[in-house]
Each structure stands twice: as structure tokens, then as C-alpha cells.
């Protein structure tokens, strides 16, 4: 009986080793080890990585420059899908490695998670329907009675937040999209960002854009990881500043309309 007594403490004090070593473990030595790197995801995000709908291949700057951190590292990419809602769970959960998908940079996401330097930027910009009679310029949205839409948990959701003083503000969550409750009718102008906003002229026959006159709201975008790991960080950073040097960014950018917005 003492030796079984003896036995299940050896087995119990070698498993809990075990989980401190691999809690301990960085994510570039677990990326190194399985030969994978897990991406996140926006499925939705057309031009930065998007799912289409008949074929259900992946393509977007995103998707491109994903496979590139992937080659550098020497090992495979495997996607999962995610929201942004969903971001800051999935990389603290260990759901995936690094968040690949134009991660505007917020005060709120910077409290929880770490990023990379920017590669993209964008302004916000409005969507509405080339019937719509409301909202004809920049300055009919913020007026008694507009109804602006966001989508949950994007970053023009804070920033409408706090800049609208008149309109009321609709918070759309999935799996509702602001593109349908626009044509539906239930709001009359939908904020995104630039590369959401390429999706709906290139591809939506009744879609208006929105510019405002003078810079609105310019986010800086880039790829998100969990705190507490400075060396995959390090890597991840390293990457961004190597695609900046040898033009592998602004070819990925410019394949997917995006050249435009670019940080250099």
C-alpha cells in the first residue's frame, strides 16, 4: 500500500511538472515544436481575409502575409476563425497564436492584449444607399433622428460612441450584419473602415460612400498577441519590420486594393 501510496504521488507530482512545463513554454518554442502557427481570423473581412462564399477559399492581405510570417518561421499556418468580439478571448485562451486580421489599435484592446508596430491604417467612413434621402454628405450624420450603425465590438463602435452628440447610436452584433439592417431599412448609415468599404463598391450596386472632409478618426492597424510572452512578440514585430524593408507589404497590400492605406 505504500508503495502504491508512493507511486500515485510520483505520478500526480510528474503531471503537475509537466503542466508547468508547458505553461512555461513561449509561443515560438511551441510554434517551432508542432511545425504550426495558429492565425485568427475575421472570415468576413473582405481585402484582409475573406471567405468567399462559393468557393470558400481564403484571400485578403492578410491571408497572404500570414503564409509569409508561416515560410519565415518554417512551419504551416492553420487559421481560425474569429470576430472581434471574440479576439481578446481566443488569443488569451491560447485559441490561436497571433491575430492576423487588421486589428485597430484601441486604448481598450491595448489594456488587454499586445501589438505589433502598424502596417495599415484607416479612417472611418460612412455606407448608405444611393436611395437614401437623410444622408446626403458628412454632416447629415450627426443630426437629431439619423440612425448610425456599428458593428459590435469593431473599434468605430468607442469612437461613434463618443463623437456622436445628436444621432442615436445602433450597435449591430452578429449574426446580424450592418450592410442588411441598412437595406432593410432599420438605420440609415452604417460607419467601417476602408477596406470593409472597398466590399460594398465593389460588390454592392445601392452602396453610397461617406467621407468625411478633414481626417475623422485614423486607427492605426496590427497584429494583436497575448501579453506575457516578449520574445513571440519580438518575432512577430521583427516580421512586420521585414515585410516593410523588402516590399513583400506593399505587394500583399496593393494584390487586395489596399495600397492606399499602408503604413511605411
Given at each position: ?199 460594398l463598391l465593389d460588390n454592392a450596386d445601392w452602396a453610397r460612400l461617406i467621407t468625411s472632409p478633414a481626417p475623422f478618426s485614423v486607427i492605426p492597424y496590427a497584429y494583436a498577441v497575448k501579453p506575457g510572452d516578449a520574445k513571440w512578440l519580438a518575432t512577430v514585430d521583427d516580421f512586420v519590420a521585414r515585410i516593410k524593408r523588402d516590399g513583400r507589404l506593399e ?14
Amino acid at each position: 500500500m505504500r508503495f502504491l501510496s508512493l507511486l500515485r504521488c510520483t505520478v500526480v507530482a510528474g503531471s503537475l511538472l509537466a503542466a508547468v512545463a508547458a505553461h512555461a513554454q513561449t509561443v515560438l518554442e511551441r510554434v517551432s515544436a508542432s511545425g504550426v502557427v495558429r492565425v485568427c481570423i475575421w472570415p468576413e473581412y473582405y481585402g484582409v481575409t475573406y471567405r468567399h462564399a462559393r468557393t470558400q477559399e481564403l484571400g485578403g492581405v492578410d491571408i497572404e502575409l500570414s503564409a509569409q510570417l508561416a515560410s519565415d518561421l518554417k512551419v504551416r499556418v492553420e487559421y481560425v476563425d474569429s470576430s472581434f468580439p471574440a479576439l481578446v478571448g481566443d488569443l488569451t485562451a491560447d485559441r490561436c497564436d497571433v491575430a492576423m486580421f487588421a486589428i485597430g489599435v484601441t486604448e481598450q484592446r491595448a489594456e488587454k492584449l499586445r501589438f505589433t508596430q502598424p502596417y495599415l491604417r484607416s479612417d472611418i467612413y460612412g455606407i448608405t444607399t444611393k436611395s437614401n434621402q437623410v444622408i446626403r454628405q458628412w454632416a447629415d450624420i450627426d443630426k437629431p433622428g439619423v440612425l448610425v450603425a456599428v458593428q459590435a465590438g469593431t473599434f468605430m463602435e468607442p469612437v461613434m460612441e463618443q463623437r456622436l452628440k445628436h444621432a442615436q447610436l445602433v450597435r449591430v452584433k452578429l449574426p446580424a450584419t450592418r450592410e442588411r439592417e441598412l437595406v432593410a431599412g432599420r438605420v440609415d448609415v452604417f460607419m467601417t473602415d476602408y477596406p470593409y468599404s472597398r466590399r460594398l463598391l465593389d460588390n454592392a450596386d445601392w452602396a453610397r460612400l461617406i467621407t468625411s472632409p478633414a481626417p475623422f478618426s485614423v486607427i492605426p492597424y496590427a497584429y494583436a498577441v497575448k501579453p506575457g510572452d516578449a520574445k513571440w512578440l519580438a518575432t512577430v514585430d521583427d516580421f512586420v519590420a521585414r515585410i516593410k524593408r523588402d516590399g513583400r507589404l506593399e505587394r500583399a497590400a496593393g494584390n487586395h486594393g489596399l495600397g492606399p492605406i499602408v503604413v511605411r
